[in-house]
């Protein structure tokens, strides 16, 4: 057929542009296999963690075997690729640099275990627990912003994996899934001080032993593995005089998904023990208390009226 005669004179005139074209149609056939492969482990997977798996690593050796392809495309006949190679490196290089950092982003993540699904992280100035990390974004459920403590927002935030490269990440739950955490409490001049002290240990200890507990153990494996001095786990209570009262600074340890609610139950469970002293603790507040109004004497002059 003419149009068939016609196509094989245009390669043959034209070889650099359809060595391209079939290069760019290997990559499409490569990454439409990817996607098939990992729409029909999805479907017949129904473990949720063995889906996942299993659809990543479908899509690492994809990635993996494409750079072999590619490889071998273009040094199987260096004479007729090397402008196109040059050309077709320095174009790509240049548009889809953030492309190519997020792929290896991807990588550099899932090797050296930056993070994980599951995890809760802060990058890029954004905070929130991953849920999802795929060759090119990483995907969270973001809490923070506009919410107090940590609670989530409700939107979910897809962020490159460049930023791997690009900044510090802050994980909340890798090796070690707690945290220290603290609040101040201001009590009144002429309190029992020893009793207030005694009551706020007592308190935080009950409510915080399975976490104490649990963080030794797991602060020794940190300690073991990193070249990071012991620290304290158990609650510990500061005292600082100030102009207007004493201030107690609590501090202790706590699950990192559990920083919100265990601070309630402290507060909460320190608050009653304080009214059941009758009055010997109180807690101070920044109100003003007038000591005296000194005495002001006005007088009024009569007036007098003119006819």
Known sequence: ???IQFIREWVAEHPLISSIFKYLLLVAIVLICIQFFRRLLRKNILDTSARYKSQKGIEIIGYIILIILSALYFTGNTKDFTVAIGLFSAGVAFTLQELFLSIAGSLYIFIVKVYKPGDRIE????????IDVDSIYTTMMEIGQWVNSDNYTGRIVKLSNAFVFKGPIYNYSQDFPFIW???DLPIRYGSDIE?????IIKVT???LSNFTTNSKSQW???VNKYYIEDAIVDPSLAMKLTDNWI????????DYKKRRSTRDALN???RKAFEATNGKIILASSTFELVKIPDLDVNVAPKHSTL
Do not use: H, P, Q
């Open 1 to 3: 057929m003419k149009w």
């Open 123 to 130: 990058i890029n100035g954004i905070k929130g627990d991953v």
């Open 181 to 183: 955490d603290g609040f």
């Open 195 to 199: 009793l207030a002290k005694s009551i």
């Open 205 to 207: 200890t009950n409510i």
């Open 220 to 222: 020794k494996d940190v």
């Open 247 to 254: 201030e107690f600074n609590l501090r202790y340890i706590v």
């Open 268 to 270: 909460d469970a320190i």
